[in-house]
Each structure stands twice: as structure tokens, then as C-alpha cells.
């Protein structure tokens, strides 16, 4: 195929993101600098148009594409750790030359509305780095390894929020009978409680029962989750959590220009309305 004479007017990486995460938890491999950054490119038009269409974003499929395009080598844009997803979605504008965003909001104690501008530089320097410690000791003296949600699970979660918005749908409807209403929500719920336990089955890397061998089969793992008492489901899910929130700080303080009052507000990083 013959090299394109435009090529050399291709977008080229032009912003570069240390990631909270450091390049850990990428299984199917990541590739940074000599810094240990990320190179992030903007966005093209064909990433700006599927960002609007509603079903890709449900399923995922406009968040994929998107890190596929603009940060190449990231190799599976489904193993991004929910720790550095909001960065680099906040690398991906910056790339794109938009250093500050635009926040509307009302003042609490006049209502009166306004504009206000954030550095998005600002937002990415409050991130603070994971914790690198990725395994558990359970009473039994089990250790259990995890790693982070990624972009895949949290793609699943906002799934398992339709299903509970559906059953809240369920249980106020007046035009269904008492027993289509019982069995439409026991499918609802059933539906949820597999995607949550898959979603942590998911992200337990290894099991090693007290001088046993490693357990690293995940239809071992999803058993022995479907089957785990309460007390140990609590401490691998708040492990996991540990590792999954990179601490960014979304909030600033603004005076409202009418009454003066000030008050803390926030930006929501949201693919839809983000860029």
C-alpha cells in the first residue's frame, strides 16, 4: 500500500500523562515514555461522533474506541484501571489544546446561575497514586491477590444500575399485576447479583489457601466467590476499592458574583458532556 503524502500531517501524541497507576495492571501490556508517562493524542472527529450516540456509550463500545484512538499504547482499553480512567479522559482534552473546562452552576443561596472556569491541570496534579500493596490476608491465613475495577467492570456496573433502576421502575408501576411484578423483579435481581459477583470474581488474580498451591482458575475463583461467607466478600471488595480509587479532587471553590456567597461546587467527568 502506498505511504499517504499527507501522513506527516497526522495528529501526533502532544500531551503526556503520568497515570495513578503507573502502568501497573495493564495484563495485556502498556508502553511509556522514558518518563514513565503516557503519550495521549487528541481526538478525531469520527472519536467526537461516536461519543454521541447513546448505545455504544451503554455498552462501552464509545469509550473503548475512544482510548483506542487516542492512547495507542495502551494495547486492551477494556484492562484501564478506574483509577486512571478520569485522567486520561482529562489527558484526551488537554491533548486537544483545552487546558481549562467550563462548569455551570447555581448559587445555593441566591440561585443565581453562572459560568466558572477550572484549570484541568489543576485537577490532574490533586490525583494522588494507588496503593501498590495488591493482596489480602484473610483470618484463615488465605492470601488473595486482586487487582483494580477497570473500564470493562465499570462498564458492567452501569449496566447493573439499569437493572436497579428497573426494579425501582417495577415496584412503582400501577399497570402491572402483583405477579408479573414479582417475577419481572426476581429476574432484575437475579441479573444484578450475577453481574456483581462476576464483577469481583473478576478482579481476584490468585487464591492460596494456607500452604496449599496457588488458585488461579477464574471458574474456581467465581465458585469459591459465589460461595465465600459475607465477612470475607466485604474485605476482597473493599481491597479492591482500595485500589481502584486514584483520588482526584473534582471540587473548587467559587463566589457568586451577585451575593457574594461562597461555596464549593464540582466537575463531572462524564464522556457525554465532557468534551
Not at 486512571?84 to 482534552?93: A, M, V
Request: negative net charge; aromatic residues 6%.
Amino acid at each position: 500500500m502506498t505511504n499517504n503524502p499527507l501522513q506527516k500531517l497526522f495528529r501526533n501524541k502532544s500531551y503526556y500523562l503520568e497515570l495513578p497507576s503507573k502502568g501497573a495492571h495493564y495484563p495485556s501490556g502498556i508502553t511509556l515514555s522514558v518518563d514513565n508517562e503516557l503519550g495521549i493524542m487528541p481526538m478525531t472527529i469520527r472519536d467526537e461522533i461516536i461519543l454521541k450516540s447513546p448505545d455504544v456509550l451503554f455498552n462501552g463500545e464509545a469509550l473503548y474506541e475512544l482510548f483506542r484512538s487516542c492512547v495507542p499504547d495502551i494495547v486492551n482499553p477494556k484492562e484501564i484501571p478506574q483509577c486512571d480512567i478520569d485522567s486520561i479522559l482529562i489527558g484526551i482534552r488537554m491533548a486537544g489544546g483545552k487546558k481549562n473546562i467550563e462548569i455551570s452552576s447555581t448559587c445555593p443561596s441566591c440561585s443565581e446561575p453562572a459560568e466558572y472556569e477550572l484549570s484541568l491541570g489543576t485537577m490532574l496534579n490533586s490525583v494522588a497514586s494507588i496503593s501498590t500493596e495488591t493482596t489480602i490476608t484473610l483470618e484463615d491465613n488465605t492470601v488473595v491477590e486482586v487487582r483494580p475495577y477497570s473500564l470493562e467492570t465499570q462498564v458492567k456496573a452501569k449496566v447493573q444500575e439499569f437493572h436497579q433502576h428497573r426494579m425501582q421502575q417495577i415496584l412503582i408501576a400501577d399497570n402491572i399485576d402483583e405477579e408479573a411484578k414479582t417475577k419481572a423483579f426476581d429476574e432484575a435481581m437475579a441479573a444484578s447479583s450475577l453481574i456483581q459477583i462476576a464483577m469481583v470474581a473478576g478482579n481476584i488474580i490468585r487464591v492460596t489457601p494456607d500452604d496449599e498451591e496457588s488458585v488461579t482458575s477464574p471458574e474456581f475463583i467465581l465458585g469459591w466467590v459465589q460461595n465465600m461467607n459475607k465477612e470475607t466478600y466485604k474485605a476482597i471488595i473493599a481491597k479492591i476499592i482500595e485500589l481502584s480509587n486514584g483520588e482526584m479532587d473534582n471540587t473548587f471553590t467559587v463566589t457568586c458574583d451577585k451575593c457574594q456567597h461562597e461555596y464549593k461546587t464540582s466537575v463531572d467527568i462524564n464522556p457525554v458532556n465532557f468534551f
